[in-house]
């Protein structure tokens, strides 16, 4: 679980700076990376992107070498492996576990790695080997032992095989009824286990127990402080979300193409809609289209959303750094690109439409089509933490906003609204009220607006917002706003807070579940 727009030198860079101290040298962080990159084989493929989504990339293998390499710069001093052979071809499997060996007996780490079929030569790597069948323990103890424990039991190896091929074929009992006219004679799987369960029982692991005190003994960490401090965690984070952000291109770059289609769409069909009485409606609907159905496009980076959090959640787990960081990077790194996709359309569709001139009058408007996409992705990434799957994901965003626009005030007028539940508390909660409110308060105020028949009736902004908008006039639109960036930091302490509870509440729930099953 790799960030795919980044490099292999990159990805194990960052990782180096979230991981090691602050008072080590950036120098000497950066050859840590360099080493544990050769030392894996992948100097051939250093500036290569990972790939996946976005890109091709390096090969599955070389993906899982590069998630051995973040792991071991810290020089942890227990190490999980699942499957690191799988996808590689023999060679390529044991040069890769000979240098994890040569490390952990460098480093003094324990490593503890699921392999699947490891062949006689990365078999022998190993100190200790625990079999299991069906969940029991069928062996436990040195790898060396392994043999001659399946001898003394009547099981011994052949000649020329592979033992690890050996003990599964021997304790295998999965595919014992389609093998009945095999021509290859064995005991059933089920008489060995229990033999072999009854003689390891005997036999005791005392040896085993006192051989792993001694290795965690003589186990020393060679890094006091094994992590960065909170501001260069945060620091780094940000940096790599905005390379990830710059290079994918359906992240923000398609969207903001797309923005400027459609900001070109709202300005030529609401060409220089003028000030007569028939611009009023295309004043509030050309504002409550770009503030409500344009923004909602930020639905589109969802799937970069829960690639984010799987990222995070496997760093996370690794103890890399905290929920705090990632959300604060994320937030930060986020502002920048949000903020160009809405100057750059918002002043085509301004600009085009005609709307009340002014600088001021145009950096409003902009500040609110920022907020409220800040808004929507704050409100897909609390969804990302809750419902992780891709397709339920967009759904659930989508019936949110849904709910949300049509108690923004314009389908249905804030005083036609039913009161037990769309008028208190939705109305109140939605962001498309506030900024609809505000962008009308931009616009309207200050304008007059002539009778298109010539007969000299005017009728001012002020009357049009009081009356037929229904708009609040006893706060300025700038309070709006404010209540805009309010929500803002609302919904991403909401995001931290969902992912804090998630880190509490899953593990008890699967213990639970664990429990009782048993």
């Not at 990365?122 to 323990?137: D, I, K, P, Y």
């Not at 001659?148 to 304790?171: E, K, T, V, Y």
């Not at 929920?323 to 085009?352: D, H, K, M, Q, R």
Request: aromatic share 10%; hydrophobic share 45%; charged share 15%.
């Amino acid at each position: 679980m790799l960030m795919a727009t980044l490099t292999v030198t990159e990805a194990v860079g960052y990782s180096a700076q979230l991981q090691l101290p602050d008072s080590m040298p950036v120098a000497e962080k950066r050859a840590r990376a360099d080493r544990a990159i050769k030392q894996m084989g992948l100097a051939a493929v250093a500036d290569v992107r990972i790939g996946g989504r976005v890109c091709k990339g390096i090969s599955g293998g070389q993906r899982k070498r590069v998630s051995i390499c973040v792991e071991l710069l810290a020089s942890p001093a227990l190490l999980f492996l699942d499957e690191p052979t799988s996808g590689l071809d023999s060679a390529a499997s044991y040069h890769v576990m000979s240098r994890i060996a040569g490390l952990a007996r460098r480093d003094g780490m324990t490593v503890v790695a699921a392999v699947h079929q490891p062949s006689t030569e990365v078999f022998e790597l190993f100190h200790g080997l625990c079999l299991l069948a069906s969940g029991r323990t069928v062996y436990f103890g040195p790898a060396s032992d392994a043999i001659d424990f399946f001898d003394a039991n009547g099981f011994p190896c052949p000649l020329r095989r592979n033992p690890s091929d050996h003990f599964l074929r021997m304790i295998n009992k999965d595919f014992e009824e389609s093998e009945e006219g095999s021509t290859i004679v064995s005991p059933r799987a089920a008489e060995v286990i229990q033999t072999l369960m009854g003689s390891f029982i005997s036999r005791g692991s005392l040896r085993t127990e006192k051989e792993a005190r001694a290795t965690i003994k003589k186990g020393t960490s060679l890094i006091p402080q094994r992590q960065a401090t909170f501001l260069t965690k945060t620091f780094v984070l940000t940096k790599r979300s905005i390379v990830n952000m710059h290079r994918d291109t359906g992240y923000y770059w398609l969207r903001f193409v797309i923005y400027i289609a459609i900001c070109l769409s709202i300005g030529t069909i609401f060409f220089n809609i003028g000030s007569n009485f028939a611009s009023i409606q295309a004043r509030a609907s050309m504002l409550m289209f770009t503030s409500t159905l344009l923004t909602m496009m930020a639905i589109g980076g969802f799937p970069s959303f829960v690639e984010d959090m799987k990222i995070f959640r496997k760093e996370r787990m690794s103890g890399h750094y905290g929920a705090t960081e990632f959300v604060l990077s994320n937030t930060i790194s986020s502002i920048p690109y949000l903020g160009l996709i809405s100057i750059i359309p918002g002043a085509i569709a301004y600009y085009l439409t005609g709307l009340q001139r002014g600088i001021d009058h145009f950096i409003y408007f902009a500040a609110v089509l920022w907020a409220c996409t800040m808004l929507v992705e704050g409100l897909m990434m609390i969804v990302a933490a809750i419902v992780p799957d891709f397709l339920l994901g967009i759904i659930t965003g989508s019936g949110l906003q849904g709910v949300l626009m049509l108690n923004a005030g314009f389908f249905r007028l804030p005083s036609d609204l039913p009161k037990p539940l769309w008028k208190y508390p939705t109305y109140f909660i939605s962001y498309h009220k506030y900024a609809t409110q505000g962008l009308y308060k931009n616009e309207l105020l200050g304008l007059v607006f002539e009778d298109i028949g010539g007969g000299g009736i005017t009728i001012t902004g002020e009357y049009i917002l009081k009356n037929y908008l229904q708009v609040e006039l006893s706060y300025s639109k700038w309070v709006d706003l404010a209540i805009l960036v309010a929500m803002i930091i609302i919904y991403r302490v909401l995001f931290l807070v969902i992912i804090k509870i998630s880190e509490i509440v899953k593990p008890r729930m699967f213990h639970f579940l664990c429990a009782s099953k048993v």
